[in-house]
């Protein structure tokens, strides 16, 4: 399996990406390709143990920086990192891209250089969110601030899929974020999609309300792409909120505070369940190649779980079962 990283890309590239590369090619024997500035990307794996790990380095004299208009970037800096990562999975030259940079930008090179599966109207990036009894993925998180009916029950058939394939859940509980269960709730665009989501062929189990997010109501949630990125940003914001107050609450009680060796194991686990890095990046689901973006502020744990999750989403097939699953649902009209 050949990942094609952005090694660019993110707030502490080159180092964490070198690194979390490194630890991907250990850990699953997956050929990694570095693309960025040569001289800085060896200069970093001269600082780990390599031999006998597949890596390679692709020269990418340009970089996009994060503040960088999208779409103008991408035409204007052709021998980018984020522009020649996703060249070489459109080549075949690797089985997927990776970026934590400009998530713009990536999301633009994927969609200028690789083609819409047939009948996606609309790409959608979505994400895993933890839940209490396990992971719920809500698209979309910010590709389409403005969506019709027939790009939300294509978000979900494509959910659905991701789900189905790379976390294996036979059959993913579909939820229409709203503002109420009932199915009057809800404006002109959440109406309408309810009644497309009940008509398809798919475990549609109706509205949900934000609160359910975490409750695991549902395991796919989906919304347009101006609400997920609020609800996305939210979660982030309360899960950093949890930490510190627990921090501080420790702190402020001695007997709590000498007891920390004995909450260590819950604290730990806590933190696993709601650490992004756990999962590593998002896909953009619904082009032929396979794009997947990862936070700005990754580290090395987070870009190394990115490029396992990219490799699984390769190695299961996840396109071509969205291909097929939109094929069948066509006949539902808008």
Known sequence: MRIAL??????????????????AARAWNYEVILVGREELIRAELAKHKTKGLLLTVVNA??????????AQAVRQKKNSSIVLAAQLAVDKKADAFLSAGNSGAAMAA???????????SRPAITTVFPTITGICSILDVGANVDCKPKHLLQFAIMGKVYMQKVFGIEKPRIGLLSIGEEESKGNELTLATFDLLKKADINFIGNVEGRDIPKGIADVVVCDGFVGNIILKFGEGVAEMIFKLVRRELKAHPIAWASLPFLWPMLKG?????????????????VEGICFIGHGGSNAKAIKNGIRTAACFAERGVNQEITAEIAQHESVQV
């Open 110 to 120: 994927a969609l200028m250089h690789m083609h819409r599966i047939e009948g996606v």
């Open 61 to 70: 004299p340009e970089v996009i920086a994060m503040d960088e208009s999208p």
């Open 270 to 286: 806590l933190n696993k369940k709601l650490d992004y890095s756990e999962y590593g990046a998002a896909p953009l689901l619904g």
């Open 6 to 23: 952005d090694a660019m890309g993110g707030d502490h590239a080159p180092v964490v990406t070198v690194a979390g590369a490194v630890e």
